[in-house]
């Protein structure tokens, strides 16, 4: 029922900024809070950020509260990741997702994308 595809994401150094996209199939992406998760070798996926479906309320996890900004254009049904001062640490597959709410930044989520890989050098 719902298509979510990432882009954006490539070979970065450190310091530098990505913006990552997810465009997202359906009329009704507007009426659900979207949010973006990172999934690093050997690792659990984590949550990153998210924002509610009218783009008002927003939740970072802390290592990306002061660097990454998510958004929403919902005329577009694309969210995005600004993601500055970038780290070697941010490296992994960054996977949007659609909260299962207007407003359940914190989830759950029922719909996920297939990722776009954030690769940070230092």
């Known amino acids: 029922q719902v298509q979510l595809v990432e882009s954006g994401g490539g070979l970065v150094q450190a310091g530098d900024s990505l913006r990552l996209s997810c465009a997202a199939s359906?009329?009704?992406?507007?009426?659900?809070?979207m949010g973006w998760f990172r999934q690093a070798p050997g690792k659990e996926r984590e949550f990153v950020a998210a924002?509610?479906?009218?783009?008002?309320?927003?939740k970072y996890t802390d290592s990306a509260k002061d660097r990454f900004t998510i958004s929403r254009d919902n005329a577009k049904n694309t969210v995005y990741l600004q993601m500055n001062g970038l780290k070697p640490e941010d490296t992994a597959i960054y996977l949007c997702a659609r909260s299962r709410t207007p407003t359940g930044v914190t989830g759950p989520y029922d719909y996920w994308g297939q990722g776009t890989q954030v690769t940070v050098s230092s």
């Open positions: 924002v509610s479906a009218t783009g008002i309320i927003t």
């Open positions: 359906g009329r009704t992406f507007s009426s659900y809070a």
